[in-house]
């Protein structure tokens, strides 16, 4: 079963998104911050990272530059799950190596469209 | 509840003028679509606004109401693999039977837009690819108000995550408020108007690509037969009519159907 690590401090929205994911037959493995999906990845990387941008500890942004970094880090696919909207932003996250960006609020429906759109589907 | 007596009326003058079959068990749809309009209309209920239309002499009333239950439900690149193989074969494919010349594509029922800008945005890229595609790109529905919407090119947040590639979102689209807008070139590239699938579309053209898809199951058998008749007349030689996923045609004189698409391969008697 492929995996996902869903990274978002809410843990409302790692809930949601667990459900949408695990419909979608993924196994789920859930971080709380940056440094905890760091953390995660060094143990084992997933297939697919859902991940939020503005979070305690460490954003998802300077997460995503130091996954890529990482041996093994160019593999998990990365989808951004964010409030972060901007054009600027958007730009900033694919340049650092996100495969997909999604803007909250999201549904299942978009969720599985983005994931669609990144080769996980 | 709007009763089975209204149900029937509505579903009888919607037949007429788009051609859409409605079916007692989507009353309650029909009910919330209608209420917005009741409100604009100012009356307090769908159940006004139906009685109103039914002594009403003109049929203004029935127009808006044919309108307002438009099919509304798309997307950006909607089924992947038919945008895939417009993309690597029916576009190119055109493109060589054409030669130097303008190859033309028609969006029927194209709602809000979403399908005839995701044709406008692989022929932009194409372009960018070194192909120089010569393409005209029309768009066209019943209602006027789809059309207005699908000419503004502007699209909620959650319009535009459906289905739309983020690096194609900021390739094309620049934001507006909370909305997102569509570049100029996307839409200059479209001429949108309103057509009646129910209307022979002589004035429209010969096209040599016509997308017609999630259209026809909103159709009896009659009217889908009737359509794609006149629809084939709209083909040029050696054309192509696609569907929508896991759709197929009616029988039609001069098509030959086969995954997914409807191929012109004889002359059709005069219309």
Redesign the interface.
């Known amino acids: 079963m492929r995996r996902c690590l869903v990274v978002d401090d809410s843990r409302v929205i790692r809930k949601v998104a667990r459900r949408i994911l695990e419909d979608m037959r993924f196994e789920i493995e859930e971080a709380a911050d940056g440094l905890e999906a760091l953390q995660a990845c060094r143990r084992q990387m997933p297939d697919a990272i859902l991940l939020d941008w503005t979070m305690p500890v460490m954003s998802g942004i300077d997460f995503l530059k130091q996954l890529r970094q990482e041996p093994g880090g160019d593999k998990p696919t990365v989808v951004f799950c964010t409030t972060e909207n901007d054009v600027e932003k958007i730009a900033e996250a694919l340049k650092a190596g996100a495969d997909e960006y999604m803007m909250k609020p999201f549904d299942g429906d978009i969720l599985q469209s983005k994931f669609a759109e990144a080769g996980l589907a | 509840m709007l009763n089975e007596a209204e149900l029937a009326l509505i579903a009888r003058e919607v037949k007429t003028r788009s051609g859409a079959v409605l079916t007692r068990e989507m009353g309650g749809a029909i009910e919330l679509r209608l209420m917005p309009l009741a409100r604009r209309e100012g009356f307090g209920s769908v159940h006004e606004l139906i009685a109103a239309a039914r002594i009403r002499a003109d049929s203004a009333l029935w127009n808006s109401i044919t309108d307002y239950l438009a099919q509304s439900d798309t ?1 950006f690149f909607r089924d ?1 693999a038919a945008f895939r193989r417009l993309y690597t074969d029916l576009i190119p494919a055109a493109l060589a039977r054409r030669g130097h010349e303008r190859i033309r594509i028609w969006s029927a029922a194209c709602s809000t837009g979403q399908e005839a800008y995701s044709v406008a945005m692989q022929i932009e890229e194409m372009r960018e690819a070194g192909l120089n595609p010569a393409a005209e790109i029309v768009a066209t529905d019943f209602s006027e108000r789809l059309i207005e919407k699908a000419r503004a090119g502007l699209y909620t ?2 319009e535009v ?3 739309l ?3 194609k ?2 390739a094309h689209f ?2 507006a408020g909370d909305l997102w807008r569509i570049d100029d070139r996307m839409r200059a590239a479209i001429s949108f108007s309103t057509h009646n699938l129910m209307k022979h579309p002589g004035v429209l053209g010969q096209f040599d690509i016509i997308l017609l898809r999630h259209v026809l199951p909103s159709f009896d058998l009659d009217t889908r037969q009737a359509v794609m008749s006149r629809i084939a007349d709209a083909l040029a030689p050696q054309g192509v009519i696609l569907l929508g996923e896991g759709e197929t045609i009616p029988d039609c004189e001069g098509l030959t159907f086969s995954n997914g698409i409807a191929i012109r391969t004889a002359a059709r008697a005069a219309a």
Do not use: H, N, V
């Open positions: 997307r992947g947040q959650f995550q459906r289905g590639p983020i690096r979102l900021i620049e934001k």
